[in-house]
Nanobody
Framework: QVQLVESGGGLVQAGGSLRLSCAAS????????MAWFRQAPGKEREFVSA????????DYADSVKGRFTISRDNAKNTVYLQMNSLKPEDTAVYSC???????????????????WGQGAQVTVSS
């Protein structure tokens, strides 16, 4: 059974940092492209970042570029999202996704991902 379990969310002041983890089980997550999305109240789910299975290249939404870093630990079958210089507008439920159904050109499309975690709340106070 495939599972993605996020951890590391919480409440932080603006300018602070958090690191999210996404532990994969039931499959070798590191063989697949994985991503982070987020959804704020009343808004649609939006792409945050992705790490490509082959080569390990990364992609970031413009809103987080330079502040967030995605990485993976193959030995732990885990993907991380280091979030620095957090802003109140980063407040959202962050979910990891695995197994892209189409090519990397569509990795920013939430509908192209097969597996999802339950989400972790990140709240940034001003």
């Amino acid at each position: 059974q495939v599972q993605l379990v996020e951890s590391g969310g919480g409440l932080v002041q603006a300018g602070g940092s958090l690191r999210l983890s996404c532990a994969a089980s039931g499959f070798v997550g590191t063989r697949y492209t994985m991503a982070w999305f987020r959804q704020a109240p009343g808004k649609e789910r939006e792409f945050v970042s992705a790490i490509i299975s082959v080569g390990g290249s990364t992609d970031y939404a413009d809103s987080v570029k330079g502040r967030f870093t995605i990485s993976r630990d193959n030995a732990k079958n885990t993907v991380y999202l280091q979030m620095n210089s957090l802003k109140p507008e980063d407040t959202a439920v962050y979910s990891c996704a695995a197994v892209l159904l189409s090519g990397p050109a569509r990795l920013r499309d939430a509908g192209q991902w097969l597996y999802w975690g339950q989400g972790a709340q990140v709240t940034v106070s001003s």
